[in-house]
């Protein structure tokens, strides 16, 4: 697609297999926490578990991701509720103004407050990505 170098690391596209197509289907998702000693990118679902690629994953764990110029194979973890908006809520307070962007380029109103954050995130799901060899 030929995005990676403008979105840099707080977006990725991942390339997964349709649940009911098998055919390859391709989504920009919103990257909330990257451990690159891990070897593991974290991925928000705005829609929660009613995002298409989200439940994609639910079917078939194994995907594609493009970071920047590279391509990796992960395998996808779900993380509870209470795990991912805890993850969240810890974003927003060490980078608000890059959740307010985020939030912008969205199209979401935004409020500074972590509380708030904490409210506007309760439908958000996050996903690990584990990278799982070269592809």
């Known amino acids: 697609m030929g995005l990676g170098p403008v979105v840099g690391r707080r977006f990725l596209l991942l390339v997964h297999s349709g649940r009911l197509s ?3 289907s391709r989504v ?4 909330v926490a990257h451990d690159k000693e891990g ?6 679902s705005r829609s929660g578990d ?3 690629w989200y439940q994609d994953l639910q ?10 110029r590279r391509f990796h194979a992960v395998t996808a973890h779900f993380l509870s509720a209470a795990d991912g908006g ?6 927003t307070a ?3 103004l890059t959740v307010r962007a985020i939030h912008t380029l ?3 109103e935004t409020d500074s407050g972590a509380e708030s954050s904490r409210v506007t995130d309760t439908q958000t799901r996050c996903v690990r990505l584990h990278e799982s060899g070269p592809r």
Do not use: K, S
């Open 86 to 91: 805890e993850m969240l809520a810890d974003r």
């Open 50 to 52: 009613r995002a298409r």
């Open 59 to 68: 079917h078939t764990r194994q995907a594609t991701i493009q970071v920047g």
């Open 106 to 108: 969205l199209g979401e």
């Open 39 to 44: 070897r593991t990118w974290t991925v928000a």
């Open 94 to 96: 060490h980078r608000p």
């Open 22 to 24: 098998g055919a390859p």
């Open 28 to 31: 920009v998702v919103e990257v």
